[in-house]
């Protein structure tokens, strides 16, 4: 049964860089799968951050591209995500996901998501 | 404000059937697959409909979704009391390059 957990500082502070990972289980990220980070502010709907795959090609929302950095580690067997100048309105739950094989944009394993305060 | 428009909330009695809709564009739902998550209060989302109306494995069939031109549809018959979450559609938008999704619906069991 494959699993994802989040990870991270719950609060950062004003333009300084945030940084998650995902630890997967259940599943060798290397043997495939596109996986995806999201996030949702308080009281908000979804946003999409970006994704990777297994190889390490990335895609991000144009929207936070110039801030975003999505890796894969296949020897920890997890997925990281860099925010850079975060601001208060980068404060959200950040959730990973795994994208769905049958699907090009549905994504059919998350984690439970991991709340990130910006505030100083 | 997102490019997809859904009503903020829909209610209903156990046991009747409701819609949620989503609308959108040419450049997203008129032109590319779409997906509906469910959201229970304090949970991740979950995938209960993925290329306009496919259910995955686990999903009942209590749960359909349909699309025509630029609008979704998202329908639950029978409801449950568990039904009670937030949906949200979110296909990919070819012009924004990015999967987008709507504000969420609401929907209460009464």
């Known amino acids: 049964q494959v699993q994802l957990q989040e990870s991270g500082p719950g609060l950062v502070k004003p333009s300084e860089t945030l940084s998650l990972s995902c630890a997967v289980s259940?599943?060798?990220?290397?043997?495939?799968?596109?996986w995806g980070w999201f996030r949702q502010p308080p009281g908000k709907g979804l946003e999409f951050i970006g994704s990777?795959?297994?190889?390490?090609?990335?895609y991000y929302n144009p929207s936070l591209k110039s801030r975003v950095t999505i890796s894969v580690d296949t020897s920890k067997n997890q997925i990281s995500l860099k925010l850079i100048s975060v601001t208060a309105a980068d404060t959200a739950v950040y959730f990973c996901?795994?994208?769905?094989?049958?699907?090009?944009?549905?994504?059919?394993?998350w984690g439970q998501g991991t709340m990130v305060t910006v505030s100083s | 404000q997102s490019v997809l428009t859904q009503p903020p909330s829909v209610s209903a009695a156990p046991g009747q059937n409701i819609t949620i809709s989503c609308s959108g564009s040419?450049?997203?739902?008129?032109?590319?697959?779409v997906t509906w998550y469910q959201q229970l209060p304090g949970t991740a989302p979950k995938l209960v409909i993925y290329?306009?109306?496919k259910r995955p494995s686990g999903i009942p069939d209590r749960f359909s979704g349909s699309k025509s031109g630029t609008s979704a549809t998202l329908g639950i018959t029978g409801l449950q009391t568990g039904d009670e979450a937030d949906y949200y559609c979110?296909?990919?938008?070819?012009?924004?390059?990015?999967?987008?999704f709507g504000g969420g619906t609401k929907l209460t069991v009464l």
């Open positions: 990777i795959y297994h190889s390490g090609s990335t």
């Open positions: 979110g296909p990919w938008d070819g012009s924004l390059n990015a999967l987008v």
């Open positions: 290329d306009n109306n």
């Open positions: 996901a795994r994208r769905y094989l049958n699907s090009v944009n549905a994504f059919d394993i």
């Open positions: 259940g599943y060798s990220i290397s043997s495939g799968y596109y």
């Open positions: 040419y450049s997203n739902i008129g032109n590319n697959y």
